[in-house]
């Protein structure tokens, strides 16, 4: 493990862990972006470069934005009277605690099965496009469609309730 | 006998273990938090954790030129945009319609 490792995940979790934390929906979704951005480095620093650049794309450059547009449009970053927390927060908590539990126990339990270091793949850009074009095609088609579908639904769900006469 | 340091000699190991850690911090932030946004942004940290998971694999696996790992991380990508643009969609709507997005206060079905 190389120390860009342990700086990038440090990063990404710190970023995780505050956009949970923080009591203002702002700094959220500040935190968020950069938990976003730690794990576009993590993918970079997996030689995936073209998920990487997807992932500074689609979560930075839209979803990030995406967050920020429905926190104006709620009136989110007011302070809510009665904490940020909800009422159940501490089983939330136990559920999480013990989730991680059993992933890291698997992860740490299967790590001789696990390959120990392999050589650079060589996958360029073009390579990728050939794959989404060739045996990947039906899931491109597919996600287009959803994607398609997802807009019209979005903008139709927050779109203004006509007021009918009765 | 499996230590913590010898989970880390295998950088495959590190990886999923940062993962898994960003999945529990995502999980706890949906389960935790009372904001309706909130919620989906711990969506999303688990979206993502899965993604570097499929990502890790990819690159430590067996065949790397075959692209599955990969390919599903894009997919993956893909549809949590949809899935961000319908779950904001929502709250967006909701919002509209009972003034809040405390989740702790929508407890009916019906107006």
């Excluded at chain 1, 009422?87 to 559920?95: A, P, Q």
């Excluded at chain 1, 539990?101 to 120990?116: D, T």
């Excluded at chain 1, 287009?144 to 579908?149: D, N, P, Q, R, S």
């Amino acid at each position: 493990m190389t120390p860009v490792f342990y700086l990038l995940a440090a990063l990404t979790l710190a970023g995780g862990l505050a956009a949970v934390l923080l009591k203002h929906l702002v700094h959220c979704a500040l935190a968020v972006t950069v938990a976003f951005a730690g794990l576009a480095l993590l993918f970079l620093q997996l030689d995936a470069q073209f998920a990487g650049f997807a992932q500074i794309l689609v979560y930075i450059g839209a979803v990030a934005i995406l967050i920020v547009f429905a926190i104006l449009l709620t009136r989110g970053s007011e302070l809510p009277k009665d904490g940020v927390f909800s009422r159940t927060w501490f089983v939330g908590l136990v559920i999480a605690a013990g989730v991680f539990a059993v992933l890291g126990w698997a992860v740490l339990e299967s790590v001789s099965a696990i390959p120990e270091q392999s050589a650079v793949p060589q996958v360029t850009v073009h390579d990728i496009g050939v794959a989404l074009v060739g045996r990947y095609v039906l899931p491109l088609e597919i996600v287009a469609l959803l994607l398609t579908a997802a807009t019209i639904g979005a903008v139709i769900v927050a779109m203004h309730e006509k007021v009918r006469p009765k | 006998m499996t230590t913590l340091e010898t989970g880390f000699a295998s950088p495959l190991a590190g990886y999923l273990l940062v993962a898994a850690l960003l999945f529990a911090i995502g999980l706890a932030g949906a389960l935790v938090r009372r904001n309706a946004i909130l919620v989906l942004i711990g969506i999303e940290l688990m979206l993502n954790a899965a993604n570097l998971n499929l990502i890790a694999f990819w690159r430590y696996g067996p065949h790397p030129e075959a692209l599955t790992g990969m390919m599903f991380a894009i997919f993956s990508i893909a549809v949590a945009a949809a899935e961000a643009a319908v779950g904001l969609g929502l709250v967006i709507a909701i919002y509209r319609h009972t003034n809040t997005t405390d989740l702790d206060k929508m407890n009916r079905m019906k107006g």
